[in-house]
């Protein structure tokens, strides 16, 4: 059984949630909450699996709740819910260590749904609209990469480490570790995990090999 901390201000929002996911028969609500204090005096108590929680609250944002459990807890799944789910919004979620992100117009399932990936795949972050998103911030053109980084990234989606990426480039490892930060900062990316499937969806690559564990390092 996944536990869930569901957190918001709105009292209709949050009882009307919170009977959606007790439907569910693998999603249990253990706790809700209306403020970031009262969330994170509730983490602390019953350390949920999963934390939902509204991006504007009255004493701070859910982004305070998701910095301060992350900062505690790599397993715990953390899902951003907003009214206002544009680009800089998505992309702080991400930045703070979500799990997920869900517009409040989106259909309850779909909180169900983040809400189970945020359960098995804490620090990998979804979006239903990150790729338009990262698409926007590259300027709508997917040559923002330069031609060395799109290198770069070809040998990541082969599965190489740094230390590989490096030798198979003719580059110092701090050189290689340069690009891969620059591409995870275009593509809206914290992990190799996030710029892959990024890459992917806006064209940039056709496939992704499994890893090599003798150059991936």
Same mark, same amino acid.
């Given at each position: ?37 009262? *969330?994170?005096? &509730?983490? +602390?108590? =019953? ?7 509204? @991006?504007? %609250?009255? #004493? $701070?944002? !859910? ?24 680009d800089d919004q998505i992309f702080a979620a991400m930045e703070a260590g979500a799990?997920?992100f869900v517009g409040k117009d989106a259909p309850a399932q779909e909180v169900v ?24 911030? *590259?300027?709508? &053109?997917? +040559?923002? =990469? ?7 990234? @070809?040998? %990541?989606? #082969? $599965?190489? !480490? ?56």
């Amino acid at each position: 059984m996944t536990t869930v901390l569901l957190v918001d201000d709105h009292e209709l929002i949050r009882s009307g949630l919170a009977a959606v996911i007790d439907l569910e028969p693998d999603l249990e609500i253990v706790a809700t909450a209306a403020t970031v204090a009262e *969330a994170l005096a &509730s983490f +602390t108590d =019953l350390l949920p699996d999963v934390v939902i929680a509204d @991006l504007q %609250l009255p #004493d $701070g944002t !859910g982004l305070d709740i998701v910095r301060a459990v992350r900062r505690t807890s790599a397993s715990t799944g953390l899902v951003v819910l907003t009214m206002h789910s544009g680009d800089d919004q998505i992309f702080a979620a991400m930045e703070a260590g979500a799990s997920g992100f869900v517009g409040k117009d989106a259909p309850a399932q779909e909180v169900v749904r983040t809400a189970r990936h945020a359960a098995v795949s804490p620090r990998s972050f979804v979006c239903s609209g990150l790729a338009q998103a990262v698409v926007r911030r *590259a300027g709508g &053109s997917a +040559t923002r =990469l330069s031609d060395r980084e799109h290198d770069v990234l @070809l040998l %990541l989606a #082969d $599965g190489l !480490g740094t230390a590989a990426i490096a030798e198979r480039l003719f580059m110092s490892e701090s050189t290689a570790k340069s690009h891969i930060g620059h591409i995870y900062q275009k593509l809206g990316a914290s992990n190799r995990a996030q710029a892959l499937v990024t890459a992917m969806r806006i064209g940039l690559l056709s496939s992704v090999r499994p890893p090599d564990p003798a150059g991936a390092r």
